[in-house]
């Protein structure tokens, strides 16, 4: 599977972005779809996933409310709907497609690229 996420740039605070996740290779029509992000200096952290049955969603506490994760199978896509954005959000964001283990633990199985978002104030 080689995932390509896209739809990064340059905005201000307050507005929006899409991220895109691009799959191919294979369906990921199985996988958890999941967005992480890494800011300089950062460890990479977890910002959202779904289900492959799209049903069930989990939000990292500091984007709740604000991002919505969705997934089209049938496009083999996944995206990452980003509004009311905060300077803090600044981080390049990466999708993967892994599973959740029986104690809800997210793994990644494989891992796109990243794309940048930078978010002024």
């Known amino acids: 599977v080689q995932l390509q996420a896209s739809g990064g740039g340059l905005v201000q605070a307050g507005g929006s972005l899409r991220l895109s996740c691009a799959a191919s290779?294979?369906?990921?029509?199985?996988?958890?779809m999941a967005w992480f992000r890494q800011a300089p200096g950062n460890e990479r952290d977890f910002v959202a996933a779904?289900?492959?049955?799209?049903?069930?969603?989990f939000y990292a506490d500091s984007v709740k409310g604000r991002f919505t994760i969705s997934r089209d199978n049938s496009k083999n896509m996944a995206y990452l709907q980003m509004n009311s954005l905060k300077p803090e959000d600044t981080a390049v964001y990466y999708c993967?497609?892994?599973?959740?283990?029986?104690?809800?633990?997210?793994?990644?199985?494989?891992w796109g690229q990243g794309t940048q978002v930078t978010v002024s104030s």
């Open positions: 290779g294979r369906t990921v029509s199985g996988y958890a």
């Open positions: 993967a497609a892994g599973y959740y283990s029986t104690t809800n633990e997210y793994t990644a199985n494989y």
């Open positions: 779904i289900r492959a049955n799209a049903a069930i969603t």
